[in-house]
Antibody
Framework: EVQLVQSGAEVKKPGESLKISCKGS????????IGWVRQMPGKGLEWMGI????????RYSPSFQGQVTISADKSISTAYLQWSSLKASDTAMYYC????????????WGQGTMVTVSS | QSALTQPPSVSGSPGQSVTISCTGT?????????VSWYQQPPGTAPKLMIY???NRPSGVPDRFSGSKSGNTASLTISGLQAEDEADYYC???????????FGTGTKVTVL
């Protein structure tokens, strides 16, 4: 079964760093892009960026460029989203999602990781 | 790239049809056919319902259909059922920049 499994919920303080993960299984991890999507409480979906684990080619939405870092470790089939200094406004649910190689739609989604940033 | 514009909400009675619009510009929706639609019931991850404007993945009921005209894509739910109550989002993939943009989202209420 093709699936993406994300790391668990996090509660952090402003200024702290954080790295959340998304582990792919059931397919060739290096052959598909993996994207990250933010959903703030009660709000819509926002595309953050995407990485191709095969060669680490990474693209960011202009809204998130410089705010987060997307990376991947193909040896353990895991993609990451990290922050160096969290803000309260980073409080959100974060989803990883895999686009289909044929049509680029996100056909596989992780279960989401809730990040809460509060003093 | 700005979010694609969707109506905040639409509603219908069981058995009726509802249509959700997704409006962009001639530079995005008007130029690319990688439009997809996602269903998100409360507290769950999004689920792909339509890809490439009008194609349904395996397992998606044929009550769901997609289309595009000019700068606007649309999702139609025919024969509305209670289980269709959810938030729906359109999305566009732009190959020239390997980037995505989502719509603002529409809440579908079954009366």
């Amino acid at each position: 079964e093709v699936q993406l499994v994300q790391s668990g919920a996090e509660v952090k303080k402003p200024g702290e760093s954080l790295k959340i993960s998304c582990k792919g299984s059931g397919y060739s991890f290096t052959s598909y892009w993996i994207g990250w999507v933010r959903q703030m409480p009660g709000k819509g979906l926002e595309w953050m960026g995407i990485i191709y684990p095969g060669d680490s080619d990474t693209r960011y939405s202009p809204s998130f460029q410089g705010q987060v870092t997307i990376s991947a470790d193909k040896s353990i089939s895991t993609a990451y989203l990290q922050w160096s200094s969290l803000k309260a406004s980073d409080t959100a649910m974060y989803y990883c999602a895999r686009p289909s190689a044929l049509d680029d739609a996100f056909d596989i989604w992780g279960q989401g990781t809730m990040v809460t940033v509060s003093s | 790239q700005s979010a694609l514009t969707q109506p905040p909400s639409v509603s219908g009675s069981p058995g009726q049809s509802v249509t959700i619009s997704c409006t962009g510009t001639s530079s995005d929706v008007g130029s690319y056919n990688r439009v997809s639609w996602y269903q998100q019931p409360p507290g769950t991850a999004p689920k792909l319902m339509i890809y490439e404007v009008s194609n349904r993945p395996s397992g998606v009921p044929d009550r769901f259909s997609g289309s595009k005209s000019g700068n606007t894509a649309s999702l139609t739910i025919s024969g509305l059922q209670a289980e269709d109550e959810a938030d729906y989002y359109c999305s566009l993939y732009t190959s020239s920049s390997t980037s995505y943009v989502f719509g603002t989202g529409t809440k579908v209420t079954v009366l």
